[in-house]
């Protein structure tokens, strides 16, 4: 276990749809970043959050939107969803960067959009 | 311009040997480091070395080594004595930025997919 945790694991939605991926910050990270993974684009830095607050955004649609919460979770949420956003969806955390491995990929959730 | 560039969509190794993983990075930035991570079929990402911009000597982590050319602008991963277990995704990864609170965002290269056979 990383200490980031990433959930659902699995997603299966149609397109059209919304839906809300959630990730929790090792213990005492501030930073939360969400990258994309996908076939035809590969890992992608989509956005970073530090302590509630955006930091830095990336390649991140206008469909998608993100947040990071007062007990520093923090949630993507896709809208409008298309067959190309089916991807798997990494969140990982930091504290203020302390070295490579304060650096700390979740799981992923894995997105189907049919 | 791409930033990370890894060359060898795929390569293949005979368990035990050693193999190198090809990765060009490009940036003006002076404070810069390079990581590497594995991802194997079931998806997560593991770290396995890292090397900074201003780290004189290349960076080792058991099997690993990173060959770092600064002047040629390369991080290749040297895997020794490699293992069944090795045959995963391996993506080349920088930062850049010497520090702050929007550091840490990484951009990732192609991949390569590694087979070991046996």
């Known amino acids: 276990d990383s200490g980031v945790t990433q959930t659902p694991k699995h997603l299966i939605t149609a397109t059209g749809q919304r839906v809300t991926l959630r990730c929790s910050p090792r213990?005492?990270?501030?930073?939360v970043y969400w990258y994309q993974q996908s076939l035809d684009q590969g890992l992608q830095f989509l956005i970073q959050?530090?302590?509630?607050?955006?930091?830095a955004k990336g390649n991140i649609l206008e469909r998608f939107s993100a947040q990071q919460f007062p007990d520093l979770h923090s949630e993507l949420n896709l809208s409008s969803l298309e067959l190309g956003d089916s991807a798997l969806y990494f969140c990982?955390?930091?504290?203020?960067?302390?070295?490579?491995?304060?650096?700390?990929f979740g799981s992923g959730t894995r997105l189907t959009v049919v | 311009a791409q930033k990370i560039t890894q060359t060898q969509p795929g390569m293949f190794v005979q368990e035990k040997e050693a193999v190198t993983l090809d990765c060009t990075y490009d940036t003006s930035d002076p404070s810069y480091g390079l990581f590497w991570y594995k991802q194997p079929s079931s998806g997560e990402m593991i770290f396995l070395i890292y090397q900074g911009s201003y780290d004189q000597q290349n960076a080792t982590e058991g099997r690993y080594s990173l060959n770092f050319q600064k002047a040629r602008k390369s991080a290749n991963l040297v895997i020794s004595a490699s293992q069944l277990g090795d045959s995963a995704m391996y993506f080349c990864a920088m930062r850049e930025g010497g520090g702050g609170t929007s550091y840490g965002k990484l951009t990732f290269g192609q991949g390569t997919i590694l087979t070991v056979h046996p």
């Open positions: 213990s005492g990270d501030l930073s």
């Open positions: 959050y530090y302590n509630g607050e955006e930091r």
């Open positions: 990982a955390s930091s504290p203020v960067f302390q070295g490579p491995r304060s650096y700390t």
